[in-house]
């Protein structure tokens, strides 16, 4: 749980702008690079055994997909970097993972930074992943963090020849990645809906310490999930309003669409977001009408009893002189009383509604 | 209660952008088509069987309301779609029930997207439902969730020959069917309103655990309204701001009255949620008071009578010298120190204002 | 206290946008309509007997202001309308008394939508009348929903021939009447000032249940006085922004004091707000600061004599062999033990500050 | 206390606008005019026995500063108007001392309502006194509520030659009154400052219903500071943007300096709020701790001799056959039955920390 | 603890605008001049004894960096600003260190001022101290507080020779310092975070008031942490937007990273204000939990005995006529009585989950 929050910061202060350098969760898997390369009618996909594999589709006239699985090898970065002429500060970005989602307009390409949300069933908690997506002059490089990704749907739209996909030039594919990573946040959203839902019945029903505790977690990652997403809206935005030379007219009406959708993610947090902070407010107070009730019945039972025993403590009394001891209708007389009293208070109490 | 989140949450991520999927709960009712053309002084009305029997209608002059009620035969939204020369990412949402409101001019067409609220007395729940409105040149087609709609008053209106409707064209019948939407809210925030103030009544006079859950219930009604309601100021803010060449300079001045709407419901629901706010301050506070006089009470009763009991143990206890036990006079005398002991309690209680 | 709510709710949903619909609490009242026209050296000032008399105005040179009490009778507001040419929009808002204040240019007039505060003695709360004024060419038609208004102020200036308002055209006679409307909140403002200073002292010096429910009724109130002020900045800053044909430039300097006004209405408001928010946390701090002094004391008492009674009944006990129920000196001792206990009690909460 | 809020509210409903009336509370102290006349090399300084000595200045080269003490004598403000041909609507505002602050501009004149704040030691608060400043050309009018003003440093720079404001134009005089008004707000925030940090260690310390009350009361301080302070960013702020003929270029560098001094006015106030919001959090939590702990010190006490009183309770009864009564070692048993009951109870509060 | 606000307050009213006063904790360590000179080719770098050493690289052509910690001896600020022509304001500025951080742009020079942080290990706390940049035609001149800083990486760069820094001009460098304080935020930040954790941990496991008080003091550092960076924000926004002479084409792309920086910074301390404030409500239920625990455990204690009591104290009546006490059955019997009521209540605190 604590990790999540150190992790957001930067380690590398001291060093000079523009170095690359790895900033994350050490990962010794190693470095994976996919390449689909494909035109119209002709597709070619394999996976690269070293970054100079991929060279040469930087001059070749097709639409290329290269996805990089794993950001700690940085001299891989470095090398695509120099290769396809891309920005230092860019690099330095994609290697460092505590990069917030943003996008960044370069003399040669179009730079962005996402973050891709999925459920760790490990550790049963929710985890960010960066994904820097560069769109260059006829390609389109992807970087991750670890393998395994949520890219497999336009994957398939690629292999299987989709008018759309393969007719549309680079900027289609970036769309289409990003497209895949807000369309994941859904699920993610449905999975905390339904947990919410949970949480609610139980603060109705059966609210205890251990409700408060899955509140509190809930609301952390809520805060933690809206500091990913939130910038999103703002990158898309930006890719609306300024015209680049990176992104064709026939696109921008899909990323109206994308932007929508970004709004409905935001809004739903925000939604979960108010409903979490009224479920405290539920929850703090049927906890306390439950005590108070507890308080109340129990506070009751020792009021009956504690006028009545003052008076059999009256008759506990050891004086020579009490005429009333020795009277033979006295004892029952004062059951008769106690009763009485008891009755009395009972009544009072009821009248007040307090029982 | 709880269906209405998850219901909020898209469920269509990996396919490609522009499929269109229904994505709602499973309605198996068929599919109604009902059309009314008109034109200043011609009324044609009828139910088609098939959605064939609509296509004459895109070239003839006349004006032509295409009311569709049921979105989940996928196949009839294609095939309008493709008649009527429709923007895919626009058919996506019409058969995606979770879109927010939202307007969308497309080259031939203007798309709205809205949401219509009604009181469901089934589940005695406020229920949305998601209305999509297509104003294209010459005709206005309407897709709505389920059968039984709140047109009724626009129909009459066009059937009755009423001037203004009948002269316009098409833009003027979409604006009163958005009209007709909105003007739907007030009855529902009416039925709020009342709601609101049985429960404001219930606070002040006898609040109880119930009454809680009302509160936090009527709130998360707001909360999901609210999402329903706020997009569609900017909705109309847009139509109103932006030159459309779907909407004639006529219509403009009633599109500001309908800005001017709106923004009363928005008003109005906020004004509401102020006042549960408040209500639920109200609310606990009361309960608080409440509960802190029960327990002062009792533990004054409590605070009275245990001293008295000390008192009386002591002459219980068996002591072979205890002057005061043969001394004829004492016994009484003892009562009426515990008289003026109980006394000056009760005065010092009042004096302090604790009684 | 509940009529205020529903009432700003709408119930005309269905008809056509322009229909002419009264919507109010229905007034029996006779509609008063009252005429002044004056040029710089005339002045003719009467009540009309019917709607017609005042037609003759529209075309005469000089200023006429034509006040209508009363907007029950729509035939008389749809003359009106007919006559002086009125939009159809403006006419149905003049008739509904639920409108949110707003500014509205027309091909041939300003409208203008204010509401009107004032006390109600009768019912002991405060009351908003709506007030429509139209500012046409060489006319001033206002409309009001009961009798009585606030204008007196004007009508003198008028008669007196002051100068400024005689030599002026309409569009500083409007400005009048709606700086009589501003003016008049400051008294309002004053009335709930002098209430705030009450409960304050309330608050500080006997807070009980009554003093919660005037807070929250204050705070009720404030919130419905803030919707009938907060939109009428918005209405006077456009005013102020917007070059209007309707205003001339020498009035302009007026309506920015206005703004300037209006502005300070609003800041009086929100501090007040944040003055009973502050209130209410002292009000709750202070009643359980109360409650738990009383519980502590009560706690106390019983406290000490608890262990008091034990020890007594101790020596209650019956048992054959207690060798120190024979001893003399041992009940005094017992009486200077518990007297020593007790002593050391209170010492040690005196200590620890708890009494 | 009360004075305060009432007195920011108008009393003048009714009137004319640019009605001269005098709105404050009444000063019958004798208006007093100072005058400083300067030129590079010359300086005249001397009090007007009568409002005409001044008249002449309006025509002269030089710089004046004509510095009037008094606002409640409307005649002499009459005159002056009317000599130097101000507005009307500025001479309204420069009688009623509720304005806020703000800058306005007219023809002939540039005008700045202020707030100077002071701490008066008689009644042991927080003041403000409206100060109107006239910036004309060829002299600056400055308007105070009272006699004592915060200027002593600007005229001893005039006197003592300093090079920069002798050399300077009017516009420059006027931005160190505004200055000399600003840099006072720094005294008062110290003040403030040491309020709140002497309460936060009685918060912390001794928290008591005295700290609360003077949490509300610097809260209470605060807010109504606010008021005054808030807007002088605003007026400053046009100043910087907007150009004006009454302010030359040269000055313009040092309003920008004037700009930053307000904006760290504003949010030291800011953390000054939110500290005290925090202080009230935390002294919430302290009472409610400490009082805690003294209710469960007390219950442990009652719970351990509650159960004890019960044994030796049954030990008290007077049945005949009763065995345990004659048996010899019983009732040393019973006594160290009860220590172990005791301190088995002891152990397992200790156990459960609750001691 | 409450020397950091007094501090953030201005004690030079009064004195004329541009005076250069020393406002901060005497410092009385000597001023420290520190020169770095280069070119692409050759680097210089030595410490001045006295401030007329430094006069000659005001010509020079080559880029200078003088580093001046220490701004207590005006005397030294007021020469340099002589030499070097900067504006009287801006000297004010820099021995002023309550400055909020700003941009500003002079004719000969543009000025930073910002705070740097550090953890201060002998007070254990979070100081600031602050920055002044200024950078001119082929200077840089930093002015610090205290002597030590963060600028050795920075210094490394230059010395190594490396290419960026030694090939670029003045604005790159007064870049570089600002980026290494901006970097430095990150450590702090980083430093917060692992606290917060810490106290995270504590607020689940182990509540005390000492918890309370940690998390008061880190909201209160907090608060003075955001009133130093979230004005940078501004700062290097404004840099951004407006072209100014002093930075040039190459070096506004670094500053974008710069702005990406900051807004990180901001958000993270966001993110743990948002966090501090879920763990007050944490706590406070915990707490109140807790607390909540003990008092219904003792109180069904003495609810168990306190009829029981009452029951023994009957039979503790010394009437002459109780059948029961002749009775040899009657005690055993009142045993079982006693502890069937026991049960019965214990059964039904279970069936109540009151245990």
């Given at each position: 749980m604590t990790s999540k929050i150190i992790n957001k910061i930067d380690k590398k202060s001291g060093k000079a702008p523009g170095t690359v350098t790895y900033i994350g969760k050490n990962n010794l898997t190693k470095v994976s690079i996919d390449v689909i390369d494909f035109t119209k009618n002709s597709i070619e996909e394999f996976s690269a055994k070293n970054v100079e594999e991929i060279f040469r589709f930087k001059e070749k006239k097709s639409s290329t997909w290269i996805n990089i699985s794993g950001v700690h090898d940085t001299e891989i970065i470095k090398k695509i970097g120099a290769h396809f002429g891309l920005h230092p500060l860019l690099l330095e970005d994609v290697a460092d993972t505590n990069q917030r989602p943003k996008i960044e307009e370069f003399k040669n390409e179009l730079f962005f930074v996402l973050k891709m949300i999925y459920f760790d069933k490990k550790i049963n908690e929710i985890r960010t992943e960066q994904v820097s997506i560069i769109l260059g002059k006829g390609f389109v490089i992807s970087f991750l963090?670890?393998?395994?990704?949520?890219f497999d749907g336009v994957r398939e739209r690629i292999r299987k020849g989709k008018v759309k996909i393969r007719n549309s030039e680079c900027d289609y594919l970036a769309y289409s990645l990003i497209d895949a990573i807000i369309d994941n946040y859904f699920i993610i959203l449905e999975g905390i809906g339904e947990k919410i839902e949970q949480i609610e019945d139980e603060v109705i029903k059966t609210p205890g310490p251990e409700t408060l505790k899955d509140v509190y977690s809930l609301k952390r990652e809520l805060i933690l999930l809206r500091k990913s997403v939130w910038p999103i809206r703002e990158v898309i935005g930006t890719m609306l309003r300024e015209d680049s030379k990176f992104i064709k007219k026939e696109t921008r009406e899909y990323l109206r669409d994308l932007h929508d959708h970004t709004i409905r993610v935001i809004e739903t947090l925000e939604t979960f977001r108010d409903m979490l902070s009224g479920m405290l407010d539920l929850y703090t107070s049927n906890v306390s009408n439950k005590m108070n009730e507890v308080m109340k019945v129990l506070t009751i039972i020792s009021t009956l009893f504690i006028p009545l025993t003052f008076i059999v403590g009256v008759y506990g009394m050891n004086f020579e002189h009490m005429p009333e001891l020795s009277l033979t209708w006295f004892y029952p007389s004062l059951w008769v009383l106690m009763i009485i009293i008891s009755l009395g208070m009972l009544l009072y109490f009821k009248k007040k509604k307090w029982i």
């Open positions: 963090e670890d393998p395994g990704d949520i």
